[in-house]
């Protein structure tokens, strides 16, 4: 930890949950939401630690709905859901790690 005594010129430090976190060494995956999925979540962000034993969007969507009926609902249909992970287009066999970020959104059109 900064021992602001060592550094007075810094003031205090804000110490957010994910810097708490990153200070013991634990890294958090950042999960989006967009669009109704964001409505459904009730959240545009999320960050959580990767589940023991998860590896891919697949994996890691059973997780996420068992956080709420809205996480449920949002991605109770998957052929609706489209996913990136780190700004690129991937799909339920995507691999991921706690360092990822991971979007869901609808699926998008032009016109």
């Not at 690129?88 to 991971?102: C, F, K, R, S």
Request: hydrophobic share 45%; aromatic share 8%.
């Amino acid at each position: 930890m900064i021992d602001v005594n060592v550094y007075p010129k810094m003031g205090t430090v804000a110490l957010t949950p994910r810097l708490f976190m990153r200070m013991r060494g634990i890294c958090l995956m950042k999960i989006l939401y967009f669009a109704w999925l964001k409505e459904h979540t009730g959240h545009s962000s999320e960050e959580l630690q990767l589940p023991d034993g998860v590896d891919t969007v697949g994996a890691l969507i059973p997780h996420i709905t068992k956080q709420s009926p809205g996480h449920a609902a949002a991605l109770a249909n998957l052929d609706a859901v489209r996913v990136a992970v780190n700004r690129v287009y991937g799909d339920l066999a995507t691999p991921i790690t706690n360092h990822d970020e991971v979007a869901f959104f609808p699926p998008v059109t032009g016109g």
